[in-house]
């Protein structure tokens, strides 16, 4: 029967991988059990390792690309006055309608 003493870093078996909200997993580079001048050799004492913050909205995000899929590419929408141009600015007349019928 195990006793109800707390455990301490000693009695905790290594971390084998650390699981994250969007679905990815990290392994640790270094262990608790490792020796300490393993870590201290890695380690930059001017830098502390960046802390991922749990962030809801990329949660809810990564939530919806799971049910539904990734969005579709933006579309480039046309530009007005290019498509001003390529169109004739007058209707053509009944005179040029029929100039163009007696040349076919």
Known sequence: MESNARRTRCDAP????????????????????????????????????????????????????????TPPPEKILPDPKQKALARPKHKETLADLLQKSEAD
Do not use: C, H
């Not at 650390?18 to 997993?25: K, T």
């Not at 392994?27 to 001017?46: R, W």
């Open 14 to 69: 290594p971390i084998k991988s650390i699981a994250y909200w969007d679905g990815s997993f990290e392994v640790p580079t270094t262990s608790i059990n490792a020796p300490l001048s393993s870590q201290v050799e890695n380690a930059n004492p001017m830098s502390k390792p960046k802390k991922r913050v749990f962030s809801i909205v990329k949660a809810v995000k990564q939530n919806a690309r799971d049910r539904v899929g």
